[in-house]
């Protein structure tokens, strides 16, 4: 059994999206409704410090999950390299993507905006934005 | 069992802590500064090594014993560790995360931030090293009650151990 990890260093599951699209459970092309209809997005706050969401199998039957927390990238890729390593997991056994989008204060602006009721239509607004933007660079980044 | 200590840069408390747990440093006395800074990592780690799990030594009992920086977020680590060991079937008893980041005191702070933040090495350097003798008896309990669980643990043959997690300031906020 081998496994797709995605890592991501913002606290809202961008690495999850990139996973989604991967998996089949988002379209190719930028959907915001499906995006918001996930349940990961939808309970996003659940997700964030780091707790792993699985995302499912790919056709090869590869195991999809991702891993998403505001902090230095090399944080979390070193973390789940170290970790699997230590337990004797070699690098064959696992892929692990590093998922950057550019204009990570767009992504911290909205994921606080979503936190306060009044302002949560503004903060979806901020991440839809910046989504859409890199939804294509989120969908080639997986090499399948 | 591997144990890994952690602190908020891997290289001043969680590095004691597993020295004392290795007998590297004494548990009777308290060191000087330079059985202090003859330590591997001891001060030597920097910002690139942040989330990087590295060997210290293998106990008396047959022990692997780790060290990593996480920053002010151990949770994190928590969280990474726990998934990890589902996706993977790793054994939840066969590690352990210990926060030597609740022994650090204002000294070590000051000094690890002149140290290794701002490259003040000189500096930094004598007063992390006060603040970690300052700190010495608070790290001295905390390896001997990780012994004496994994003692106790050995002896009362417990299969399912959890994981410690102490009381880290940060977490509670």
Redesign the interface.
Known sequence: MS?LILSSPYDFPVAAIAGAIHVGLLPKEYDSDKLWSLNFIQEHKKFS????I?LGKTLRGE?V?S?S?S??P???????E???N??G?SKEQYRLVDVHIPGRHFIMVGKTLLGVPLLQKIGRIIINYQIKRFYHHLNELIPS | MKIIYHCYGGTHSSVTAAAIHLGILPNYRIPSAPELLALDFFDRRGGEDIGRIDFMGRDRYGNDVYVVGRRSRPQILYHITAGLAELFDIRPESYLLVDAGSCVNTSMRIGGVLSRRLGLVRLGRPVVSLGTIMAYKKLCRLVEEVQYRLLDRHMCLVTDYPNIYYYTPEVSR
């Open positions: 496994f410090h780091a707790r792993p699985y195991k999950v891993i927390a902090t230095k090399f944080m979390l890729t070193g973390i789940i170290t970790f699997l230590l337990h997991f």
